[in-house]
């Protein structure tokens, strides 16, 4: 090296140290930055609320409120809906002139305190409508009737008015029909298709609520789905509509036979603005025509718009809001011929009766013609819809965000990859549906188009959470979600409490909802649990993602990405990926973005792959299979068996000739080897046939298993995994770290190796505190770095892998990696506590021993729900340099510490202790704990003579419709929110101890 460096001229010499320390500065500095950050993470990645007025029932003072409270409690943003849900409705209706100076007052006040606000796309949560959508500029059906006539005759019949399609979900009537056209067909020609109302988008049920809504329909050349029956050919059809007369008579010479005469037309499916506040109940807009949504929002949005300008840019109303589609399908719209024609390149008229469930031509025609349809709506309301919104909202400075679940018809991983924020839902795992499938396909969005922020709706609830949930109860399922990627957490729901302070717990979404408001006992406290979520989302937001499988969904709407059974670690609404992470990819995200470098498959400023796995389908465009073909040949390594045809009915037959020719090119052969085949193609290669082929399983893809068995034949290891397979784990990536995410997927203490695939200097972060250290114990193996580490109940980390310039190992001899704590003493005896009067507690009371509440002779004690205040007095000497904390023991269910008039923080989460070194004296020393539980104690109380139906409660100012209640003494809800309320007995409440003081 002197030597090599003696010949290099003296200024470039100068050059290469200027640049080394300016190079290695940078990192350093990054380094630095995101430790600052770590401690005092940026609002960036502060959590939300879905912000929910319930119809009418607003009040401008307490909106001033509920904004203060949530920039006090650390909420960043919010979501602006307004729902008709189990509440009387209010004195102002939706966009009336009060209304809307309202709104400009909380765009003004959001301003003032730097939140920022997305507003929905339209009333209600479920869509983009309202009294304004006409008929015509709604969502729209293909609807028909029958009527069996005998032929060789002259028929003079009144044909029936199709009637309106309605589902549950979608049941506005509405008189509106038009007619489209009139056929006769051989009566002989029965319905035999089965799921026609899914494959002919009359209907998407929700797959999360909905039982066996199928996450996408069946290959459409994957053999026949008739009952049987016979086959209408086009020649037996007979378009009658010049026979019918406009009052819908029928005046027609039949030939001999039996005849079916079917009327089609159009009618509004019914889709309407769920669950909307009463004045403005609607039609949903056209989600295939640009020109419907374009109008619904010139009266709603842009009057909107107009009413809060000017605005700025960085808080106030900055976002539009697309949430979780319940809007469900259409199957017509306004020049729906002329655009399937020019999409597909033929005339879909021949083969509108497939509508009525009969087949046309033949099996696999038909449902190559149904595949092209759903194609067709899901092109248009991709265009004409979801770009359009994106468009609007950017003309307009906002930015947009979507939820694409959860009857979306177009295909969710499309819909929301034109986001500019991707958001997910996820429900509470105790109360509510299974919507983890929604997490994943969120993430994956994020990792493949590379932005960085992964939204979510978090712990939405059903009726039955009845304020069960609090911070330390949702840490689980909170660092799930982390470790998944989301990192932008908007809770399910504050709702606006326009009754004020005096009501607690004031008015809910109805019953649903985890009460995440001012309105809750421990809200004072809850900004510590929101810093942990603001800290832990700016780590997850660095970088890029880490993964090493890509799962290809099949071609075709709908389409909810599902991953292998087994690449999940059972875990009921919450399950965990494995040790390779993984990512779902639309055909049209693939065939957009995706390029190969160095044998991955990567997309753009995003996430890189080492293998993509092909769905089990045996139907692929030739599209798709040459830009496959093209990714194998640069390199890119895939699994999966060849396609021996097209889906779709375009340029048929010829398309089925080229996708067997490419097919034949790729794999070598179209005969599935019983042995696993491993193929040479270009720079890459293609693995297929024996544990990789299975065309009879009901998986839509490879096991995990058998995927990973071949990635760790290939010398790539588990990106993580733990000697007890209990930590959960997330990946991300920087320039020059690696960032890990941890955390114990158990309720218990545990001791546990955990190996990771990174190399570097390793050091601890801990996401409760924003404290950093160095691990000192740790070693390197085949490129893993194995770190022990100890977990509390739920307890979780960042491991951090800085690259190190010198590549040597930072040891310290006979050092662990987390504190050796021992026990100073522990604080025994009585405690002052005192209790808010407000809620039925005492003022002041000793309690010789600490004690549950519940146990508590006092009912105001027993049933109080609130924060209390404990104290005591306790001596201390020979204080040294050591860390000093207090160790609350168990708490139910949270806690504030304050030590000689110092508010050391609030403990919310195991292992429910904090540092108390800088408050700590000689001598005596003042211990004070505020102890917060959950409103369901005092709400049992409230229905319990003698407080039970003691008030009469009326509002004259028009809230809640003016009503008079009967309520306890205490406490008042709205009475929706009380319908699920089951308990017999209070929970457990309190400091329960021991208190100890501790020391490392």
């Not at 998407?204 to 789905?225: A, E, H, T």
């Not at 660092?479 to 008015?507: C, Q, S």
């Not at 028009?958 to 209070?986: H, I, N, Q, V, W």
């Given at each position: 090296?002197?030597?090599?460096i003696?010949?290099?001229?003296p200024?470039?010499?100068?050059?290469?140290?200027?640049?080394?320390?300016?190079?290695?500065?940078?990192?350093?500095?990054?380094?630095?930055?995101?430790?600052?950050?770590?401690?005092?993470?940026?609002?960036?990645?502060?959590?939300?609320?879905?912000?929910?007025?319930?119809?009418?029932?607003l009040?401008?003072?307490?909106m001033?409120?509920?904004?203060?409270?949530?920039?006090?409690?650390?909420?960043?943003?919010?979501?602006?809906?307004?729902?008709?849900?189990?509440?009387?409705?209010?004195?102002?209706?939706?966009?009336?002139?009060?209304?809307?100076?309202?709104?400009?007052?909380?765009?003004?006040?959001?301003?003032?305190?730097?939140?920022?606000?997305?507003?929905?796309?339209?009333?209600g949560?479920?869509?983009?409508?309202g009294?304004?959508?006409?008929?015509?500029e709604?969502?729209k059906?293909?609807?028909y009737s029958?009527t069996?006539?005998?032929?060789?005759?002259?028929?003079?019949?009144?044909?029936?008015?199709?009637?309106q399609?309605?589902?549950?979900?979608?049941?506005?009537?509405?008189?509106y029909?038009?007619?489209?056209?009139?056929?006769?067909?051989?009566?002989s020609?029965?319905?035999t298709?089965?799921d026609?109302?899914?494959?002919?988008?009359?209907e998407?049920?929700?797959?999360?609520?909905?039982?066996?809504?199928?996450?996408?329909?069946?290959?459409?050349i994957?053999?026949?789905?008739?009952?049987?029956?016979?086959i209408?050919?086009?020649?037996d059809v007979?378009?009658?509509?010049s026979?019918?007369?406009?009052?819908?008579?029928?005046?027609?010479?039949?030939?001999k036979?039996?005849?079916?005469?079917i009327?089609?037309?159009?009618?509004?499916?019914?889709?309407?603005?769920?669950?909307?506040?009463?004045?403005?109940?609607?039609?949903?807009?056209?989600?295939?025509?640009?020109?419907?949504?374009?109008?619904?929002?010139?009266?709603y949005?842009d009057?909107?718009?107009?009413?809060?300008?000017?605005?700025?840019?960085?808080?106030?109303?900055?976002?539009?809001?697309?949430?979780?589609?319940?809007?469900?399908?259409?199957?017509?719209?306004?020049?729906?011929?002329?655009?399937?024609i020019?999409?597909r390149?033929?005339?879909?008229?021949?083969?509108?009766?497939?509508?009525?469930?009969?087949?046309?031509?033949?099996?696999?025609?038909?449902?190559r013609?149904?595949?092209?349809?759903?194609?067709?709506?899901?092109?248009?309301?991709?265009?004409?819809?979801?770009?359009?919104?994106?468009?609007?909202?950017?003309?307009?400075g906002?930015?947009?965000?979507?939820e694409?679940?959860d009857?979306n018809?177009?295909g969710?991983?499309?819909?929301?990859?034109?986001?500019?924020?991707?958001?997910?839902?996820?429900?509470?795992k105790r109360?509510?549906?299974?919507?983890?499938?929604?997490?994943?396909?969120?993430?994956?969005i994020?990792?493949?188009?590379?932005?960085?922020?992964v939204?979510?709706?978090?712990?939405?609830?059903?009726?039955k959470?009845?304020?069960?949930e609090?911070?330390?109860?949702?840490?689980?399922?909170?660092?799930w979600?982390?470790?998944?990627?989301?990192?932008?957490?908007?809770?399910?729901?504050?709702?606006?409490?326009?009754?004020?302070d005096?009501?607690?717990?004031g008015?809910?979404?109805?019953?649903?909802g985890?009460?995440?408001?001012r309105?809750?006992?421990?809200?004072?406290?809850?900004?510590?649990y929101?810093k942990?979520?603001?800290?832990?989302?700016?780590?997850?937001?660095?970088?890029?993602?880490?993964?090493?499988?890509?799962?290809?969904?099949?071609?075709?709407?709908p389409?909810?990405?599902?991953?292998?059974?087994?690449a999940?670690?059972?875990?009921?609404?919450?399950?965990?990926?494995?040790?390779?992470g993984?990512?779902?990819?639309?055909?049209?995200?693939?065939?957009d973005?995706?390029?190969?470098?160095?044998?991955?498959i990567?997309?753009?400023?995003?996430?890189?792959y080492?293998?993509?796995?092909?769905?089990n389908?045996?139907?692929?465009?030739?599209?798709?299979l040459k830009?496959?073909t093209?990714?194998?040949?640069?390199?890119a390594?895939?699994?999966?068996?060849?396609?021996i045809?097209?889906?779709?009915?375009?340029?048929?037959?010829e398309?089925?000739?080229?996708v067997?020719?490419?097919?034949?090119?790729?794999?070598?052969?179209?005969?599935?080897?019983?042995e696993r085949?491993?193929?040479k193609?270009?720079?890459?290669?293609?693995?297929?046939?024996?544990?990789?082929?299975?065309?009879?399983?009901?998986?839509?893809?490879?096991?995990?298993?058998?995927?990973?068995?071949?990635?760790?034949?290939?010398n790539?290891?588990?990106?993580?995994?733990?000697?007890?397979?209990?930590?959960?784990?997330?990946?991300r990536?920087?320039?020059d770290?690696?960032?890990?995410?941890?955390?114990?997927?158990?309720?218990?203490?545990?001791?546990?190796?955990c190996?990771?695939?990174?190399?570097?200097?390793?050091?601890?972060?801990?996401?409760?505190?924003?404290?950093?250290?160095?691990?000192?114990?740790?070693?390197?193996?085949?490129?893993?770095?194995?770190i022990?580490?100890e977990?509390?109940?739920?307890?979780?980390?960042?491991?951090?892998?800085?690259?190190?310039?010198n590549?040597?190992?930072?040891?310290?001899?006979?050092?662990?990696?987390?504190?050796?704590?021992?026990?100073?003493m522990t604080?025994?005896?009585s405690w002052?506590?005192?209790?808010?009067?407000?809620?039925?507690g005492?003022?002041?009371?000793?309690?010789?021993?600490l004690?549950?509440?519940?146990?508590?002779?006092?009912?105001?004690?027993?049933?109080y729900s609130?924060?209390?205040?404990?104290?005591?007095?306790?001596?201390?000497?020979g204080i040294?340099?050591?860390?000093?904390?207090?160790?609350l023991?168990?708490?139910?269910d949270?806690?504030?510490?304050?030590?000689?008039g110092?508010?050391?923080?609030?403990?919310?989460?195991?292992?429910?202790?904090?540092e108390?070194s800088?408050?700590?004296?000689?001598?005596a020393?003042e211990?004070?704990?505020?102890?917060?539980?959950?409103?369901?104690?005092?709400?049992?109380?409230?229905?319990?003579?003698?407080?039970?139906?003691?008030?009469?409660?009326?509002?004259?100012?028009?809230?809640?419709?003016?009503?008079?209640?009967?309520?306890?003494?205490?406490?008042?809800t709205?009475?929706?929110?009380m319908?699920?309320?089951k308990?017999?007995?209070?929970?457990?409440?309190?400091?329960?101890?021991?208190?100890?003081?501790?020391?490392?």
């Amino acid at each position: 090296m002197n030597t090599i460096i003696s010949r290099i001229q003296p200024l470039t010499v100068v050059c290469f140290m200027l640049y080394a320390t300016f190079f290695f500065g940078q990192q350093n500095n990054k380094k630095l930055s995101l430790k600052e950050d770590f401690k005092n993470p940026p609002s960036t990645s502060a959590p939300g609320v879905y912000w929910y007025f319930m119809d009418g029932n607003l009040s401008r003072e307490e909106m001033t409120k509920d904004l203060e409270s949530m920039k006090e409690a650390g909420i960043s943003n919010l979501i602006f809906l307004e729902v008709g849900i189990g509440v009387p409705r209010g004195p102002v209706d939706f966009m009336s002139t009060e209304w809307q100076d309202l709104y400009a007052h909380a765009v003004r006040e959001a301003e003032r305190l730097g939140i920022k606000i997305l507003l929905g796309a339209g009333p209600g949560w479920c869509g983009s409508g309202g009294p304004w959508v006409t008929p015509e500029e709604s969502m729209k059906h293909l609807v028909y009737s029958e009527t069996e006539v005998k032929g060789n005759k002259k028929i003079k019949v009144k044909l029936p008015i199709p009637e309106q399609r309605s589902t549950q979900w979608h049941n506005l009537k509405d008189p509106y029909y038009e007619d489209f056209a009139v056929y006769a067909i051989p009566n002989s020609v029965k319905p035999t298709i089965k799921d026609i109302n899914e494959k002919a988008l009359y209907e998407r049920d929700p797959y999360s609520s909905k039982p066996n809504v199928k996450p996408f329909l069946p290959d459409p050349i994957g053999g026949s789905n008739l009952d049987g029956g016979k086959i209408l050919d086009h020649a037996d059809v007979i378009n009658i509509t010049s026979f019918m007369e406009p009052n819908g008579k029928l005046v027609w010479k039949a030939p001999k036979g039996d005849w079916t005469i079917i009327r089609m037309g159009k009618r509004v499916t019914g889709a309407s603005t769920r669950p909307s506040p009463e004045p403005v109940i609607g039609l949903e807009s056209n989600k295939m025509d640009s020109v419907a949504f374009k109008n619904h929002l010139a009266n709603y949005t842009d009057i909107l718009l107009e009413k809060t300008a000017p605005r700025k840019e960085d808080s106030g109303w900055t976002g539009f809001h697309m949430d979780s589609w319940e809007s469900g399908a259409q199957n017509w719209t306004e020049g729906i011929v002329e655009e399937f024609i020019k999409r597909r390149g033929y005339d879909p008229e021949p083969y509108f009766l497939t509508y009525t469930g009969r087949t046309v031509k033949s099996t696999e025609i038909t449902e190559r013609f149904l595949w092209d349809l759903r194609q067709t709506c899901k092109e248009l309301v991709l265009e004409n819809h979801v770009e359009f919104a994106k468009k609007y909202a950017h003309r307009n400075g906002l930015e947009l965000t979507i939820e694409p679940y959860d009857m979306n018809p177009a295909g969710d991983l499309d819909l929301g990859a034109i986001a500019d924020v991707i958001m997910a839902e996820f429900w509470s795992k105790r109360f509510g549906y299974v919507t983890w499938y929604a997490v994943l396909e969120a993430t994956s969005i994020s990792h493949i188009t590379g932005r960085p922020i992964v939204g979510a709706e978090v712990f939405t609830s059903s009726n039955k959470q009845a304020w069960q949930e609090y911070p330390w109860s949702m840490k689980d399922q909170s660092d799930w979600a982390l470790a998944l990627g989301v990192n932008r957490f908007i809770y399910h729901t504050f709702a606006h409490k326009p009754l004020g302070d005096e009501y607690r717990p004031g008015m809910t979404m109805g019953q649903y909802g985890v009460h995440w408001d001012r309105g809750q006992t421990w809200w004072p406290m809850v900004q510590a649990y929101h810093k942990y979520i603001n800290r832990s989302s700016h780590m997850m937001q660095q970088g890029q993602a880490v993964s090493d499988i890509l799962y290809l969904t099949p071609e075709g709407a709908p389409m909810v990405f599902t991953p292998p059974t087994d690449a999940l670690e059972e875990n009921g609404a919450i399950p965990d990926k494995k040790g390779y992470g993984f990512d779902g990819c639309s055909p049209k995200m693939l065939m957009d973005k995706a390029l190969v470098e160095n044998g991955k498959i990567v997309f753009p400023d995003a996430s890189s792959y080492e293998i993509m796995v092909l769905p089990n389908f045996q139907s692929m465009t030739p599209a798709l299979l040459k830009k496959i073909t093209s990714l194998v040949e640069q390199g890119a390594k895939i699994i999966g068996t060849p396609p021996i045809k097209s889906p779709s009915l375009t340029n048929y037959p010829e398309s089925d000739d080229e996708v067997k020719l490419m097919a034949q090119n790729l794999w070598g052969s179209m005969q599935i080897p019983n042995e696993r085949q491993d193929r040479k193609f270009g720079e890459g290669m293609v693995y297929w046939g024996g544990n990789l082929t299975d065309l009879n399983a009901d998986e839509l893809y490879p096991s995990y298993l058998n995927t990973t068995e071949l990635l760790g034949q290939m010398n790539i290891t588990e990106d993580f995994s733990s000697s007890n397979d209990h930590i959960r784990f997330g990946h991300r990536k920087t320039d020059d770290q690696d960032i890990y995410f941890v955390a114990n997927r158990k309720d218990v203490f545990q001791t546990t190796k955990c190996s990771f695939r990174a190399e570097g200097t390793p050091e601890l972060w801990i996401p409760t505190t924003g404290e950093t250290r160095m691990i000192t114990d740790y070693s390197i193996e085949n490129g893993l770095t194995i770190i022990p580490m100890e977990f509390f109940p739920y307890e979780s980390f960042f491991i951090t892998f800085s690259k190190n310039s010198n590549g040597k190992k930072i040891t310290t001899s006979n050092a662990g990696n987390f504190e050796k704590l021992t026990n100073l003493m522990t604080l025994e005896g009585s405690w002052q506590v005192a209790f808010d009067t407000k809620y039925g507690g005492p003022e002041n009371i000793v309690f010789n021993e600490l004690q549950d509440w519940t146990s508590h002779e006092n009912r105001g004690i027993k049933y109080y729900s609130g924060i209390a205040t404990y104290k005591k007095t306790f001596e201390m000497e020979g204080i040294d340099d050591k860390k000093y904390f207090i160790d609350l023991g168990k708490v139910n269910d949270i806690a504030r510490v304050k030590l000689n008039g110092k508010d050391l923080g609030v403990v919310w989460c195991a292992p429910w202790r904090i540092e108390v070194s800088s408050s700590l004296r000689e001598g005596a020393n003042e211990l004070e704990i505020e102890v917060g539980n959950r409103w369901i104690n005092r709400l049992l109380g409230d229905q319990q003579a003698p407080d039970a139906n003691v008030r009469k409660v009326k509002f004259n100012n028009g809230l809640l419709g003016e009503k008079e209640f009967t309520t306890g003494r205490y406490t008042f809800t709205t009475e929706a929110a009380m319908r699920s309320f089951k308990f017999k007995e209070p929970l457990s409440s309190g400091l329960l101890g021991p208190v100890q003081l501790i020391k490392n």
